[in-house]
Nanobody, 126 residues
């Protein structure tokens, strides 16, 4: 089992930046690929970014367009999501997810991850 706790969300203005954190506990964090997803009101949960266990490979949703960076610190069992130039359409609950080494499926899909956090709310005002 892996427990994930997100933090760092809040209310910001358009153009501001936020850094979300996801602290992991339980099994060896460094074995897991990590991902961030988001879910806006009335919409399905969607992929934002993913990072390999080493941090050597990352994947991003097309809408990120260079505004968002995923990173991890295995010594701290934490994954981060740096979000810059935030827009009102970025308003959503942001979820952290962990994918075990044996998990199949796409890195971009909800089904590709085994464990989820409770989410942190990000609200961007115009």
């Amino acid at each position: 089992q892996v427990q994930l706790v997100e933090s760092g969300g809040g209310l910001v203005q358009a153009g501001d930046s936020l850094r979300l954190s996801c602290a992991a506990s339980g099994r060896t964090f460094s074995n897991y690929r990590m991902g961030w997803f988001r879910q806006a009101p009335g919409k399905e949960r969607e992929f934002v970014a993913s990072i390999s266990w080493s941090g050597g490979s990352t994947y991003y949703a097309d809408f990120v367009k260079g505004r968002i960076t995923i990173s991890r610190d295995n010594a701290k069992n934490t994954v981060y999501l740096q979000m810059n130039v935030l827009k009102p359409e970025d308003t959503a609950v942001y979820y952290c997810a962990a994918r075990s080494p044996a998990r199949g499926g796409s890195y971009y899909a909800i089904e590709g991850y085994d464990y989820w956090g409770q989410g942190t709310q990000v609200t961007v005002s115009s």
